[in-house]
C-alpha cells in the first residue's frame, strides 16, 4: 500500500513540474521583456505565497544582474510608502490571490504616478479585471491550489532570472544545465531523502519552523501547507529564536548556512528542545524550488 502511494506521488509531482516548467518556458518572454523595456526603479513586489516566486526574482537579478538594484517588498507598503514617492517605477506583482484587493491598490498607485506595472495571478474575477483597467497580466494555471500557483509562479522567476543574468559565470551555467535538465528528474531522489522528516513532523503537536532571512519565503510553503494538513505550525526567523524545553524545531537551511546555524542547533538542542533539519545542497538561488516540490507532496 505504501509503494502504490509513493508511486502515486511521484506520478502526481511529476505531471505538475512537466506543465509548470512548460507554461513558465512560455511565459517568461513576456516577463523578461517587461524587465528589459522599461525604465526607472525596479520594484518587485507580492501578496499571499506570491512572496516566494517575488523573493526569487529579487535574488537573482540582485545576484547575476548587478547593474540593477530592485527593491522587495509586500504590495500595500509599496502602494503606500514607497509608489507615493516615486515616479516612473516599473512594477511587477505576484500573487497567487486573483481577488486579493491590494492588486488594486498597487496598479491605482502605479497608475497615478505614471510607473508600468505587470501582475503575476490566476485568472483574477471580472470585477478585479475591471478595476485594474488595462493592467498587464500574466495568468497561472494551477488555481486554486495556492501552493502550486507559488510553485509555477517561482519556475518563471527562475528561468526570467536565470535570462537576465550577465553575471556569476560557471554558477549561472549550471543553473542554466539544471533549468534544461528539467526538474522531474530530480522527484524521486528528493523524496526518498527527506520523506522520514516530513513524515515526523507531521505526527507532532506543535512545530516551529525557522530559517534565515533569506529561505524564510520558501519556508512560509512549508508552514502553509502544514497548515492545511492540520499541523499546529508557526514561523520563527532564527534570528529571533528563542528555543525552550520542549519546543519541536525545523531548521530549514542551505548547506552554505552550516556554519551560521550549528550555534544556533545546539543552543536548541541544550534547552531541550527537540530539532528536525531540512538542509539542501544546492545552489541557494534554487532552493526554493526545492522546498516547493517537497511541500506538494505533503
Not at 505531471?15 to 513576456?30: C, N, T
Not at 491590494?102 to 497608475?111: M, T
Not at 550549528?262 to 541544550?270: H, I, P, Y
Amino acid at each position: 500500500m505504501q509503494s502504490t502511494r509513493n508511486s502515486s506521488t511521484l506520478e502526481y509531482l511529476r505531471k505538475i513540474i512537466e506543465v509548470g516548467e512548460r507554461w513558465a518556458k512560455e511565459a517568461k518572454s513576456k516577463l523578461v521583456d517587461f524587465i528589459k523595456t522599461r525604465g526607472g526603479e525596479l520594484v518587485i513586489s507580492y501578496s499571499s505565497l506570491g512572496y516566494s516566486p517575488a523573493s526569487i526574482l529579487y535574488w537573482l537579478i540582485t545576484t547575476a544582474n548587478p547593474e540593477k538594484t530592485p527593491v522587495l517588498q509586500d504590495t500595500d507598503t509599496i502602494a503606500l510608502y514607497r509608489l507615493v514617492y516615486r515616479k516612473s517605477s516599473t512594477v511587477i506583482v505576484f500573487t497567487t490571490r486573483g481577488d486579493d484587493p491590494s492588486l488594486v491598490r498597487i496598479a491605482d498607485a502605479s497608475r497615478w504616478t505614471g510607473g508600468n506595472i505587470l501582475v503575476v495571478t490566476p485568472k483574477p474575477p471580472d470585477i478585479v479585471v475591471e478595476m485594474l483597467r488595462n493592467t498587464p497580466l500574466i495568468t497561472v494555471p494551477g488555481g486554486p491550489n495556492e501552493i502550486l500557483l507559488s510553485f509555477y509562479e517561482s519556475l518563471l522567476s527562475l528561468y526570467t532570472g536565470v535570462d537576465l543574468g550577465v553575471s556569476i559565470g560557471k554558477r549561472l551555467e549550471r543553473l542554466k544545465e539544471f533549468i534544461n535538465e528539467g526538474y522531474g528528474v530530480t522527484v524521486e531522489e528528493l523524496l526518498e531523502k527527506y520523506r522520514n522528516i516530513i513524515n515526523n513532523v507531521k505526527e507532532e503537536e506543535h512545530i516551529i519552523i525557522t530559517s534565515t532571512k533569506f529561505l524564510e519565503p520558501a519556508s512560509y510553503i512549508l508552514l502553509s501547507v502544514l497548515m492545511e494538513k492540520n499541523v499546529k505550525a508557526s514561523f520563527v526567523p532564527i534570528s529571533l529564536l528563542k528555543p525552550k524545553r520542549n519546543n519541536v524545531i525545523l531548521i530549514v537551511s542551505s548547506s552554505v548556512e552550516e556554519s551560521l546555524l550549528k550555534e544556533k542547533k545546539m543552543k536548541a538542542l541544550m534547552s531541550g528542545a527537540k530539532v528536525y533539519e531540512l538542509t539542501f545542497n544546492v545552489d541557494p538561488l534554487e532552493l526554493p524550488i526545492y522546498l516547493h516540490i517537497l511541500a506538494l507532496s505533503i
